[in-house]
C-alpha cells in the first residue's frame, strides 16, 4: 500500500507563474519530508526538505508548506521557469527507521 | 563533488540468466540504497545498506540479494532474471546524521528478454 501519494501524474504551468505540486500521506510516523526532482535519463536530485516540527521551509524560488493533521505537504515553485520542467518525487522517512517512502511522481512541464 | 556510479546506463539480459549491477559512492557515505523505478509505481526501496557487510530488506527484496563488503560498493544481485524485473534501477548513497538527503546515481534501464 503507498504510503506517500502524489494524486496528479502530470502538472502544465505558464513561465513566471506558480507551480503547486501537492503530497499526501498515511503515516504519522513520518517525521521528516524532501522533494526530489528527476530529469530525464539522470538520477533524482534533492530539491528541498522540511522536518515535521516546522510547518514552512524556504529555498529561493521554492518553498515546502507541511500540513500534519492534514497529512497534506505542498511544493510551491515561484516563478516558475522553463528548467524546472522535470519529474519531482515527494519522499518521507519514518523516524522508527532508516527506510524512505516515495511518492509516484508529478511530471511538472513550464510553458515558455 | 559528490558521485555515485553505477556500473551499466543499459542492460539486456535473458530470462534466467544471474545479474549483476554495481554502485559506487565516492563520498565515504554509511547509507546505500537499491530502488527501482516503474511508470505508476514511483521509486520502491529493493534493499538498503546501512554498514559494510549490513543490509536490511525493503518494501520489494523478492528475487533479489545484495552484496556490501566495501563502504564504497553496493551491488544488486538478480539470481534468476524474470521479465518481471525489467526497470530502471537506481543506486542513492547518504551519510549519517545532519541532512537525510540522499545523493541517487543516473540509474541502469535493465531489460529482461
Known amino acids: 500500500d503507498q504510503q506517500v501519494k502524489q494524486n496528479s501524474p502530470s502538472l502544465s504551468v505558464q513561465e513566471g507563474r506558480i507551480s503547486i505540486l501537492n503530497c499526501d500521506y498515511t503515516n504519522s510516523m513520518f517525521d521528516y519530508f524532501l522533494w526530489y526532482k528527476k530529469y530525464p535519463a539522470e538520477g533524482p536530485t534533492f530539491l528541498i526538505s522540511i522536518s515535521s516540527i516546522k510547518d514552512k521551509n524556504e529555498d529561493g524560488r521554492f518553498t515546502v508548506f507541511l500540513n500534519k493533521s492534514a497529512k497534506h505537504l505542498s511544493l510551491h515553485i515561484v516563478p516558475s521557469q522553463p528548467g524546472d520542467s522535470a519529474v519531482y518525487f515527494c519522499a518521507a522517512r519514518a523516524y522508527t527507521g532508516n527506510q524512505f517512502y516515495f511518492g509516484t511522481g508529478t511530471s511538472l512541464t513550464v510553458i515558455p | 563533488d559528490v558521485k555515485v556510479t553505477q556500473s551499466s546506463r543499459y542492460l539486456v539480459k535473458r530470462t534466467g540468466e544471474k545479474v549483476f549491477l554495481e554502485c559506487v559512492q565516492d563520498?565515504?557515505?554509511?547509507?546505500m540504497f537499491w530502488y527501482r523505478q516503474d511508470p505508476g509505481l514511483g521509486l520502491r526501496l529493493i534493499y538498503f545498506?546501512?554498514?559494510?557487510?549490513?543490509?536490511e530488506k525493503g518494501d520489494i527484496p523478492e528475487g533479489y540479494s545484495v552484496s556490501r563488503e566495501k563502504k564504497e560498493r553496493f551491488s544488486l544481485i538478480l539470481e534468476s532474471a524474470s521479465t518481471n524485473q525489467t526497470s530502471m534501477y537506481l543506486c542513492?548513497?547518504?551519510?549519517?546524521?545532519?541532512?537525510?538527503?540522499?545523493?541517487f546515481g543516473p540509474g541502469t534501464r535493465l531489460t529482461v528478454t
Open positions: 545498506s546501512y554498514d559494510v557487510k549490513m543490509k
Open positions: 542513492a548513497s547518504r551519510t549519517l546524521g545532519g541532512s537525510y538527503e540522499q545523493y
Open positions: 563520498m565515504d557515505h554509511e547509507n
